[in-house]
């Protein structure tokens, strides 16, 4: 792990790991990386490539997306139990934002080697892994529409 020591209270109340049970959460337990940021340090950077997922043990982080002048803009603040990176891991895609540690943070980090080592090993985890994950977005994408509704923003929502 790095030398960052797992907090095993948090890991059975973070919203990805639910529903597995304790042996369940011990596979994915040796799965885990963990690694530590200093206060100011970018975790992932917006546009870059990745195959991790994070998931903060300890510590404040900012979410930045750099707006159309190149400034960054904070949209939201990620505390402990807070997971970020799933895009960049489920869909393969760039970093859609920066992360930065706003303070010393503590990370979990899974691969999507870990991941893949966890869908041919123990399948009934992985899938409920990925539903999780699944839900996890389908919550921010609704907490997203309800954004883009309050402010009234043109087109919004989309034709179907």
């Not at 049970?21 to 992932?44: I, K, N």
Request: hydrophobic share 45%; net charge neutral.
């Amino acid at each position: 792990m790095n030398g960052v020591k797992l907090n095993e209270s948090l890991l059975g109340k973070i919203a990805i790991f639910g529903g597995l049970s304790d042996a369940e959460l011990a596979v994915v337990r040796g799965l885990l990386d963990g690694r530590a940021y200093a206060g100011g340090a970018t975790v992932v950077e917006e546009g870059t490539s990745g195959r991790e997922l994070f998931v903060i043990q300890e510590g404040r982080a900012g979410v930045l997306k750099r707006g159309p002048d190149g400034r960054e803009v904070r949209i939201a603040e990620l505390t402990a139990g807070a997971c970020f990176g799933e895009m960049a891991l489920v869909g393969i895609m760039r970093r859609a934002a920066t992360v930065r540690a706003e303070s010393p943070l503590r990370a979990l980090v899974l691969s999507y080697a870990n991941v893949a080592e966890l869908a041919a090993e123990h399948p009934q985890t992985f899938t409920m892994l990925l539903m999780n994950l699944a839900r996890d977005l389908c919550r921010r994408l609704q907490q997203a529409d309800a954004v883009l509704g309050e402010v009234g923003v043109p087109g919004w929502p989309p034709s179907r």
